[in-house]
């Protein structure tokens, strides 16, 4: 049953489109993934960000060069993951300005 007044209104798409998993860039139907879906808890999540953002040379908004330079963003041509600051946790900055 169909009502015409959506007929012509929407597009299917291939789930390769919206809902690719980390999995997808290494494992289990490999493609490049227009949106990244990162499942589990906060430091499985956290460790498939950074093999993602390594396995795709990606800056870590892995967002693509081309589109961060439309917006006057710093590029690299090679991201190096360790490179980045790591945000210390409230616990070592209290533990820091104790000693």
Known sequence: MEDDKFKDKYRLYDY???NSRFENIEDLDVH???VLHFTGRGKRKQSHYKQ???LLN???SLVENSILIK????INQNYLVDAYPKKSSIINRIIRKLR
């Open 16 to 18: 390769k489109n919206f």
């Open 32 to 34: 490049k993934p227009l």
């Open 52 to 54: 993602s953002q390594k």
């Open 58 to 60: 990606m800056h870590p």
């Open 71 to 74: 917006y006057g963003i710093e």
